[in-house]
């Protein structure tokens, strides 16, 4: 269905369309009575409809009390002239699938970000008995303050007529053999199958055959994302295995068991960056150093000599070996050398200074410098 701008539908008009789907069309509205932009869902509802709409009127009623940063508000919902409509939360943004279209795939760590803080909104959602069962990457909307929620909680079994819910492309097996018995795990299952098309792409299973698509999913083999992507560490692929198991007893037991464990990847992630940084760092650092070094040979300046202490101005008078100089019988040679050398860049002398250069501290250096 396609309203005009400028239609007033409840107490909203319209504004302009921003996309639609199998379940509805979502339009950005002004709330007149709020003063407030929101989104205005327009579910694809027959007319005389009246049992879907009971049904849905449940559902969403439900989905109003989650209040969560990770999920999209509900703020009403009312039916005019056979149009049945949700007023949400609007989300200055896009969508993941929007994000994954431009992007390719999202690098790693964002996507780990992005399942984080789905699975924040998940766990808050089962804890009160509410599943997703349509959960896409359309319903995860990012919004340009870096904002990461998930919409839609509960319309897709109530809209629809059928015991197949949710997306082909993300749908748990459970769900694709039509099982009455669904719980949180499903929705784990279909955040699995999302975090592998974020990483890599593509959806775990791809067929243009709806009933092709779902036996896959009922007993295809398990993808890894790390096959098409390498870098993807294997603590994450494992995780992804997990979430994508045939039996739902093989996967996590809740979201929150998921987090723990994306947490401690992000964290070893996170880590491994940072050593690799130091690396590189120290490698720049050295690169530089040599840099330095062939510039000042390339210049005739000694790099060796700038790292000494400066020459005490009664030595630098003398010069070695002169026959006006009077050495003190009781010194050792090498202490003979430091004191009557006059400080230039000659191999003899320096020869002679490098015995006591142990004993001479250096003046202050650079960063690099150090390694020399």
Known sequence: MNIEVGTQIGKCEILEKLGGG???TVYKAKHLFLHKTVALKILNIPKEGGKIWEAVLAEVRLAAQLEHPNIVSIYDMGAEE???????????????????????????????????????????????????????????LISTNQEIKVSDFGTAKAVENSPIYGSPLYVSPEEAMGKPDIDCRADLYALGAVLYHALTGQPPYRDQDIVALLQQHISGSIPSPKALMPDIPDELDQTIARLLAKKPGDRFNSALELLETLDVIKSDLTIRKRSKANQLAKLGGIASTNRRIRKDHTS??????????????????????????????????????????????????????LSKVTEIKPIASSPGQSDL
């Open 300 to 353: 005739g300046s000694d790099p060796f000599a700038r790292r000494l202490p400066p020459m005490p101005k009664e030595l630098s008078r003398r010069t070695l070996g002169s026959d006006e100089e009077k050495r003190d019988p009781n010194l050792e040679p090498a202490e003979i050398g430091l004191e009557t050398a006059s400080f230039h860049p000659d191999a003899s002398v320096r020869k002679m200074m």
């Open 82 to 140: 056979d149009i049945y409509y949700i007023i949400m939360q609007f989300i200055d943004g896009i969508t993941l699938g929007d994000m994954i279209q431009k992007q390719g795939h999202l690098p790693i760590d964002i996507a780990l970000i992005m399942a984080q803080e789905v699975a924040k909104g998940l766990q808050i959602a089962h804890l009160k008995g509410i599943l997703h069962r349509n959960f896409k990457p359309s319903n995860v």
């Open 22 to 24: 199998s379940h509805g």
